[in-house]
């Protein structure tokens, strides 16, 4: 049987080639994003055995969602891909944009990363990639202060 993976952040851009070389690796891979029509895209491309769950990493109950509907999937790679940067001045970049930000490259992989690690420690199995960016290494940067911390 093929092992699974989860991927957030699979409907563009680094979680989308990440899906890409999965699948091509043998894994069976779960696409998660919110843009349904892009994922339900590469799960076409990926085969048959490819599963989408649309999701809002934004929203601490859709993170809690999606673990509840894929923890009985034996995933033993999870991917936390899903993440944004909001640019412009700090004092102008509205706090709504921020927080959904933080939301998203902070508290979604936090939660993810938490609620697979306990069943991947039980399993004595998994492994967690979590996509980050090397702002993140810096003391900061121009235009992305919210970002870079
Ligand atoms: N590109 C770079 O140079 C670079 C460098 C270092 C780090 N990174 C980081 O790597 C990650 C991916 O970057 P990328 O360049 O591949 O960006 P991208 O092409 O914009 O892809 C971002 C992915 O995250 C998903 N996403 C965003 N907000 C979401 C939400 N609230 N809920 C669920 N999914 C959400 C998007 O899907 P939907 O819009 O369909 O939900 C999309 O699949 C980001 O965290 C980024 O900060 C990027």
Redesign the pocket.
Known sequence: MAKTALV?????????EIARDLSARGFRVIL????EE?LRELAEELGDNTRVVV????DREECLRLYEETKSEKISVLVN?????AVGSFDKLPLDTEL?MID??VTAVHMLTKLFLKDFVAADRGYIMN????AGLMYGGPMMATYYA
């Open positions: 957030t952040g699979a409907s563009s851009g680094i979680g989308r998660s994003a919110r843009r892009r999701c809002d990493v934004s891909c899903a993440g944004f940067g959904k998203t490259n996509i980050a960016s090397s």
